[in-house]
């Protein structure tokens, strides 16, 4: 139990915060980077490394002025990301950790995501199913106890976030993806495109969200449609899939408790059918901390520290870091 600084830049957002018992947010704030890529239609690293580095020192300072408190260790991504911005946030919190005498503590941004959840109201309990949906990732995660992890479901190509953006830029809705779909969807017809569910068979293990974003291409091409209900059958086959496989997993595992982390856990719909549709109890992290930020990597780090995983000056970052443990 302490108070830690976390420092998230695998990507696009500078996220820094202070984090009390890894539950307690004292400072939070989030730099984003949107509207600089946006006119490039993606991120580009190098201007991604760039802000970073522009922002996270009056960042840090910020916080640090804001909570006014002892900070017991230092936590930053190491990743998955882009390498120039994680160099970033984790060279800055190494230099912060060498010069106070405090611990620093690597953390994985997919175990930061999952650790955002105990940031709610109501923090999960060991063992639990997690269902994590981001820009990069959809993965089903059976945890046992803190930091074991076993991916049991994987997409095989696009990520759930990763289609919202790619649909969203064929409707010519703006970046991110994921709210404008949202937000278009509710002026739409659901059951106006019967848009395919791939994957849905009980003795198929992952998701497939390529197939599906090609399938809103081709209806496109096919002639005149509504973008409104384009968006809301897309949406509803993007969430439909997400709740057949979780209720799959869940009765294949038997495990009672679901955790749902990521960007995409901030949609309207998924929320609602998670509360409908699964017979188990469902914790999702409150909606400011489901797209990148660095209170979900303190709160991460708190329990590491606590079990003894911490780095050292030799830590690196890795773009490509595995979920392990
Ligand atoms: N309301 C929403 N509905 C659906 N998707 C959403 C919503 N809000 C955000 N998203 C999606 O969430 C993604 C961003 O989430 P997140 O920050 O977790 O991803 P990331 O950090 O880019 O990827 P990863 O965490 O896998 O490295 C984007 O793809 C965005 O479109
Ligand atoms: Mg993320």
């Excluded at 390498?83 to 060279?91: D, E």
């Excluded at 109501?122 to 997690?130: G, K, M, Q």
């Excluded at 969430?239 to 496989?245: G, H, P």
Aim: glycine content about 8%; aromatic content about 8%; overall charge negative.
């Amino acid at each position: 139990m302490s108070i830690i600084l976390g420092i998230e830049s695998s990507c696009d957002e500078t996220g820094i915060a202070i984090v009390k018992d890894g539950r307690q947010v004292l400072a939070n704030e989030v730099a984003s980077q949107i509207d600089i890529h946006k006119v490039f239609g993606g991120v580009v690293p190098e201007i991604a490394s760039r802000e970073h580095t522009k922002v996270i020192y009056q960042l840090v300072d910020k916080v640090i002025t804001e909570a006014d408190v002892e900070i017991d260790a230092i936590a930053a991504t190491q990743g998955p990301g882009l390498m120039g911005a994680l160099l970033v946030g984790f060279s800055f919190a190494k230099a912060l950790a060498y010069a106070w005498k405090k611990p620093f503590v690597p953390v994985h941004h997919i175990e930061g995501h999952l650790f955002s959840v105990f940031l709610g109201e109501e923090a999960p309990t060991f063992p639990f199913l997690a269902l994590i949906v981001s820009g990069g990732h959809t993965q089903l995660i059976r945890c046992d106890a803190p930091h074991h992890y076993d991916i049991l479901a994987t997409t095989r190509d696009d990520a759930v976030g990763e289609s919202f953006d790619k649909v969203a830029r064929l409707l010519d809705l703006p970046y991110p993806g994921g709210p404008s779909i949202q937000k278009a969807a509710a002026e739409g017809n659901p059951e106006a495109f019967d848009f395919p569910r791939a994957m849905r068979a009980k003795n198929k293990t992952g998701f497939s969200y390529s197939g599906l974003k090609t399938a809103v291409l081709y209806a496109m091409q096919e002639g005149e449609c509504n973008p409104a209900d384009v968006a809301a059958s897309f949406q509803a086959a993007a969430i439909d899939i997400l709740i057949i496989k979780t209720r799959q997993m869940l009765a294949q595992t038997g495990l009672k408790h679901l955790v749902v982390a990521g960007g995409v856990a901030a949609n309207a719909l998924l929320r609602e059918r998670l509360q409908n549709d699964l017979d188990v109890k469902v914790y999702l992290p409150p909606f400011k901390y489901c797209i990148d930020n660095g209170a979900m990597i303190a709160a991460a780090a708190d329990s590491r520290l606590a079990h003894g995983l911490v780095g050292t000056m030799s830590s690196t970052p890795n773009p490509g870091l595995k979920l392990e443990g």
